[in-house]
């Protein structure tokens, strides 16, 4: 069953605090992605990884860093979360350049 | 940079209307164009692509796509309140397919 799931599906943090959201798919895809959706901004992209450790910044990567040292796994990495990074992240991973595969979403709340 | 940009940004139709969503573009390089949906607190879901020129049909939906005019549009036939949907398209960045360029949406509501 292809599949790509996040964790957490909801988190609060706190200002100043680090957080982690993981994403994994079972498809083998060579291509993940990691987006944030807010209100009237649409989709907007923060990294795309083409492979193991070959991850290339997207159009708002700036307080965010990400990881990937297995094919299967991508995680997004916020240092030191601020309030404005509150915001619904998609994960989505893709076998080549056409359909994307989107994990259900984590909520992020930075209070 | 790729430009997209969808209208009209909101539609409330009745039930059994057809529906046409638009999308414009302003680089024809382009080589992949999606239309994606996304239901109320979920994820983005692929609908449909088209890739050349042309219309494509896929039951109740078509995609039209006419690169010299940097357009191309989604139609619903016979249009559900399952249906009801924020309506995403989405262009390949030229000289990176892999990433996409997306519009804001278009928010669809059919009524019963």
Same mark, same amino acid.
Request: a neutral charge; charged letters at 20%.
């Given at each position: 069953?292809?599949?790509? $799931?996040?964790?957490?599906?909801?988190?609060?943090?706190?200002?100043?605090?680090?957080? @982690?959201?993981?994403?994994?798919?079972?498809?083998?895809?060579? $291509?993940?992605?990691?987006?944030?959706?807010?209100?009237?901004?649409?989709?907007? @992209?923060?990294?795309?990884?083409?492979?193991?450790?070959?991850?290339?910044?997207?159009?708002?990567?700036?307080?965010?860093?990400?990881?990937?040292?297995?094919?299967?796994?991508? &995680?997004?990495?916020?240092?030191?979360?601020? $309030?404005?990074?509150?915001?619904?992240?998609?994960?989505? &991973?893709?076998?080549?350049?056409?359909?994307?595969?989107?994990?259900?979403? $984590?909520?992020? &709340?930075?209070? | +940079?790729?430009?997209?940009? +969808?209208?009209?940004?909101? #539609?409330? !139709?009745?039930?059994?209307?057809?529906?046409? #969503?638009?999308?414009?573009?302003?680089?024809? /390089?382009? +080589?992949?164009?999606?239309?994606?949906?996304?239901?109320?607190?979920?994820?983005?879901?692929?609908?449909?692509?088209?890739?050349?020129?042309?219309?494509?049909?896929?039951?109740? %939906?078509?995609?039209? #796509?006419?690169? /010299?005019? #940097?357009? %191309?549009?989604?139609?619903?036939?016979?249009? +559900?309140?399952?249906?009801?949907?924020?309506?995403?398209? /989405?262009?390949?960045? !030229?000289?990176?397919?892999?990433?996409?360029?997306?519009?804001?949406?278009?928010?669809?509501?059919?009524?019963?």
């Amino acid at each position: 069953d292809m599949k790509v $799931t996040q964790m957490p599906r909801y988190l609060i943090k706190r200002m100043g605090e680090n957080v @982690l959201l993981e994403c994994g798919q079972d498809m083998s895809h060579e $291509t993940m992605y990691w987006y944030r959706q807010d209100p009237g901004l649409g989709l907007q @992209l923060i990294y795309i990884s083409y492979d193991v450790d070959s991850n290339s910044e997207g159009d708002i990567p700036k307080g965010y860093r990400v990881s990937r040292k297995k094919r299967e796994h991508f &995680s997004l990495i916020l240092d030191s979360a601020k $309030t404005n990074q509150t915001s619904v992240y998609f994960c989505a &991973s893709s076998p080549g350049p056409e359909r994307l595969f989107f994990g259900h979403g $984590t909520k992020l &709340s930075v209070l | +940079q790729q430009n997209v940009q +969808q209208s009209p940004e909101s #539609l409330i !139709v009745p039930e059994g209307a057809r529906t046409s #969503l638009n999308c414009t573009f302003s680089d024809s /390089a382009s +080589q992949y164009f999606w239309w994606y949906r996304q239901h109320s607190g979920k994820a983005p879901k692929a609908l449909m692509s088209i890739f050349s020129n042309g219309e494509k049909e896929e039951g109740r %939906f078509t995609i039209h #796509l006419n690169k /010299a005019s #940097l357009h %191309f549009s989604l139609h619903i036939r016979d249009s +559900q309140p399952s249906d009801s949907a924020l309506y995403l398209c /989405a262009v390949s960045s !030229v000289g990176d397919n892999s990433k996409l360029i997306w519009g804001l949406g278009t928010s669809l509501v059919v009524n019963p």
